[in-house]
């Protein structure tokens, strides 16, 4: 069963920076487009930006200009840097394809404090 793996997390102070990093076992995900969410206890889960493997992005407009996605097709990773953080991107982080294929991982833990 492929396994989602999100790292990269972590607590970081107003206006610092952060990178996530995603792979998956078993499956590559080189050949899907991908997707990272980021949910609150109680609240759905939110698409904040997405790629596809051509390498077109898209972003939820409350992180346009501050978090960037990429991927590296060769290594089977995606990326999500995150510049400018604010308090209210204190979240969970997780990634899946676009649909949504595959089981949701554990997702990374990010904490920005003010």
């Known amino acids: 069963q492929v396994k989602l793996m999100e790292s990269g997390g972590g607590l970081v102070q107003v206006g610092g920076s952060l990178t996530l990093s995603c792979t998956a076992s078993?499956?590559?995900?080189?050949?899907?487009?991908m997707g990272w969410f980021r949910q609150t206890p109680g609240k759905q889960r939110e698409l904040v930006a997405s790629?596809?493997?051509?390498?077109?992005?898209s972003y939820n407009e409350g992180v346009t200009g501050r978090f960037t996605i990429s991927r590296d097709n060769a290594q089977k990773l995606l990326f999500l840097r995150m510049d400018s953080l604010k308090p209210e991107d204190s979240d969970r982080y997780f990634c899946?394809?676009?649909?949504?294929?595959?089981?949701w991982g554990q997702g990374t833990q990010v904490t920005v404090s003010s």
């Open positions: 899946n394809s676009l649909p949504i294929f595959f089981p």
């Open positions: 078993v499956q590559p995900i080189n050949i899907y487009k």
């Open positions: 790629i596809k493997s051509g390498l077109s992005t």
